[in-house]
T-cell receptor, first 111, second 111 residues
Framework: EAAVTQSPRSKVAVTGGKVTLSCHQT?????MYWYRQDTGHGLRLIHY???????EKGDIPDGYKASRPSQENFSLILELASLSQTAVYFC??????????FGPGTRLTVL | QQKVQQSPESLIVPEGAMTSLNCTFS??????FAWYRQHSGKAPKALMS????GEKEEGRFTIHLNKASLHFSLHIRDSQPSDSALYLC???????????FGSGTQLTVMP
């Protein structure tokens, strides 16, 4: 089964600080995605990538940057963390355009 | 832009009941329709998917798609407490590598 890992699993950050969330997949998938999920709600797409060294904006990119240095790794960067960015962040990978495989999530709390 | 909406927001059913979850979408050219299930504190995981009009059954789960009415649904026969989870519908538009998720239906199956 497809394997996607995320680190850290939880993070407490201060307002205005920099936060980097990391994602690693071992499935040789081309597509990778970053979503945020607010309590009890659906998934909103922040950034995605279909090839190394290239990223695309999703539906809610403001306040977030993304980096895809290799096919296996995809990072989400919050340069100036804000209270409104408290959420659970999921990374996902996809091969042929259909099923997405999700990582376990990172719970981010910004104080 | 694709809009995906789910109903109801939450649902409580007794064990053994038939459960029906609904999803509407706005892009008639959509090509891929899926249901994801997310147990509390876990990652979303693909449950079932369908590409063309009609029905698809896998065990106790049936997915039904009607593109003309921009609607698809998930039916769970003989609902079990282990089915209690957040159910997310997802749609992929033609020519896009993004999945658009609904806001979810929180299902609780009472023993």
């Amino acid at each position: 089964e497809a394997a996607v890992t995320q680190s850290p699993r939880s993070k407490v950050a201060v307002t205005g600080g920099k936060v980097t969330l990391s994602c690693h997949q071992t499935n040789n998938h081309d597509y990778m995605y970053w979503y945020r999920q607010d309590t009890g709600h659906g998934l909103r797409l922040i950034h995605y990538s279909y090839v190394a060294d290239s990223t695309e904006k999703g539906d809610i990119p403001d306040g977030y940057k993304a980096s895809r240095p290799s096919q296996e790794n995809f990072s989400l960067i919050l340069e100036l963390a804000s209270l409104s960015q408290t959420a659970v962040y999921f990374c996902a990978s996809m091969a042929g355009g259909y099923e997405q495989y999700f990582g376990p999530g990172t719970r981010l709390t910004v104080l | 832009q694709q809009k995906v909406q789910q109903s109801p927001e939450s649902l409580i059913v007794p064990e053994g009941a038939m459960t029906s979850l609904n999803c509407t979408f706005s892009d008639s050219a959509s090509q891929y329709f899926a249901w994801y299930r997310q147990h509390s504190g876990k990652a979303p995981k693909a449950l079932m998917s369908i590409f063309s009009n009609g029905e698809k059954e896998e065990g106790r789960f049936t997915i039904h798609l009607n593109k003309a009415s921009l609607h698809f649904s998930l039916h769970i026969r003989d609902s079990q407490p282990s089915d209690s989870a957040l159910y997310l519908c997802a749609v992929r538009s033609s020519g896009s590598w993004q999945l658009i998720f609904g806001s979810g239906t929180q299902l609780t199956v009472m023993p």
